[in-house]
């Protein structure tokens, strides 16, 4: 993080000094003013930035808020923009992110177990910790600054101890503390788990899901960090309706996009551009999307089908990112498309992403149960998506909390929900249909057992070779290494990985209705 290097361009109120701190913004603002009372007494005015970062925490720890909906209100209305904005956000997703880390590091600092103390002090603490060990903030002002935070929103009693354990954690360097973390763990996993910033049962799932979606369980360390870095913006031009060369057309001039690694529909945004800005994204012709999601939803389009292949449904299609880019596919093949969705508002989300789409190619954007869809429409449909309800665990570099609020009683009724949508996408196929399952998890429990446990209980459907069907539709020349083939369903399922791919997790099983 260069926040303390501006660039030549950029404007001089918004410069950092050499203490991290913001130079003559908060006087331009009104409030660098000194206060009347005593030295001792008085409360430091601290840089907007931390200040916006300490908020948008405080409100994810101690409201149980979402931090992506959070923070952008809030830099807005504080007027925060550029590096500031870049500034704060970068430390309230880290500091999100990387709590497990910062308080395995903290409790090795702090005379007290941390769930003594208050909840507010441990948040600044944890912001002070990922200044000095994730941002390459200089560590003076990492201390200085975030003391000044504490004695503005919390109050002075603490701020000497803040002080003291925050130098302590500078002392040393980030990989010393995450050799000792590992070296001192009771075993292997925790101390993955305490390095790596995620939970025990999280860090063992994945290690099971690596190991049995075919790859090397040693990989978990390096799935672990890819979780705790920010995803790059992957745009998706959806065929038809704009292609991928022209998808920067009346951008501003310096949106720069690059050819995603995978799909031929993706392009990788430059930082610091706002895909809204891009009109094609405005009008709906183009989206944020996931380079995982773009190919599994591609490989459902392109598997290969016997007879009729006119009517295609999306079983929980909300918010609708997947179901636009299926309407922009049938639409090119004179098919048309239903997206189902339980909840009105995502109904309402997929009705808008939708916009681009002719009205003849979408037949309806309904709002219901897909657990009784195969009921009501048995047999109706060519090719059916079943984008499952699921823990998200492969989408953790996204969701900066979501980590820390999933527990393991989330899977038995999660898995419950996703063995029925599967049997009612089957029920909705018509014999030799397609239905692609996917969730955005690679559990165990999530992905192959469901599916096996569906195909167990019935004697109509078939797994196909949903490898296959996504190497043909990858951009000419990739090379996709999808794990160990031991010609059973490793050898058939796609599981990517973001420490291997740089997707998301996302899961595919294609499947054939036979009777
Ligand atoms: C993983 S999301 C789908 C994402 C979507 N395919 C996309 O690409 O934007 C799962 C969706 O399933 C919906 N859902 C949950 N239970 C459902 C049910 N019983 N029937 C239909 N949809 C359901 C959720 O509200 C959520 O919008």
């Given at each position: 993080m260069s926040a303390d290097r501006p660039g030549r361009d950029q404007p001089r109120d918004d410069r950092r000094d050499d203490r991290g701190r913001q130079r003559g913004a908060a006087r331009s603002r009104g409030q660098g003013h000194r206060s009347n009372r005593a030295p001792s007494q008085r409360r430091r005015s601290t840089d907007p930035a931390r200040t916006a970062a300490y908020d948008v925490v405080r409100e994810v720890d101690g409201s149980d808020a979402y931090a992506n909906l959070v923070l952008p209100p809030l830099l807005r209305e504080r007027g925060l923009s550029g590096r500031d904005a870049g500034f704060a956000t970068e430390l309230a997703y880290g500091t999100l992110r990387l709590r497990g880390r910062y308080d395995a590091i903290l409790a090795r600092c702090?005379?007290?177990?941390?769930?003594?103390?208050d909840p507010e002090v441990l948040d600044v603490l944890r912001l002070g910790a990922h200044q000095l060990l994730?941002?390459?903030?200089p560590a003076h002002a990492a201390v200085s600054e975030t003391v000044g935070l504490c004695r503005d929103r919390v109050g002075a009693g603490p701020a000497q101890m803040v002080n003291a354990v925050l130098r302590a954690v500078g002392r040393r360097p980030l990989e010393d503390w995450l050799d000792d973390l590992r070296a001192d763990a009771p075993d292997a996993v925790t101390g993955l788990a305490r390095a790596g910033s995620h939970p025990v049962w999280i860090t063992r799932a994945l290690r099971e899901a690596l190991h049995g979606h075919g790859r090397d369980p040693g990989e978990i360390a390096d799935l672990l960090e890819a979780d705790n870095t920010p995803p790059r913006v992957t745009l998706v031009a959806r065929p038809g309706f704009v292609s991928a060369d022209t998808l920067d057309d009346g951008a501003p001039d310096d949106a720069r996009l690059e050819p995603g690694?995978?799909?031929?529909t993706a392009r990788v945004l430059a930082a610091?551009?706002?895909?809204?800005?891009?009109p094609a994204v405005a009008d709906g012709r183009a989206g944020v999307q996931d380079e995982g999601s773009q190919l599994v939803t591609l490989a459902l389009a392109a598997a290969p089908l016997d007879g009729p292949d006119a009517r295609w449904l999306d079983l929980c299609a909300g918010p609708g990112g997947k179901a636009a880019l299926l309407a922009a596919l049938a639409g090119e093949r004179d098919a048309r498309l239903v997206a189902n969705e339980l909840q009105p508002h995502r109904a309402r989300l997929v009705r808008r992403g939708l916009r681009a789409v002719p009205e003849g190619v979408v037949e309806q954007v309904r709002t219901s149960d897909g657990r009784e869809l195969g009921t009501d429409e048995p047999g109706g449909y060519d090719r059916v998506l079943v984008d499952a309800p699921c823990t998200g665990l492969g989408a953790l570099r996204r969701r900066p909390e979501s980590r820390w609020r999933r527990t393991p009683s989330d899977l038995g009724t999660l898995t419950r929900l996703q063995g029925e949508l599967l049997g009612s996408a089957l029920d909705a196929a018509r014999p030799g249909g397609v239905v692609a399952y996917v969730t955005c998890s690679p559990h165990l429990a999530e992905t192959r057992l469901v599916v096996d446990d569906v195909l167990r209980r019935r004697d109509d459907a078939e797994r196909l070779d949903a490898r296959a069907a996504v190497r043909d539709v990858l951009v000419p020349g990739a090379d996709l290494d999808l794990g160990a083939d031991d010609g059973g369903a490793e050898g058939l399922d796609v599981q990517l990985w973001p420490h291997v791919h740089g997707t998301d997790a996302m899961h595919l099983t294609l499947l054939r209705r036979t009777a």
């Open positions: 702090v005379s007290r177990p941390l769930d003594q103390l994730g941002m390459r903030v690694a995978w799909a031929p610091g551009t706002d895909p809204a800005d891009l």
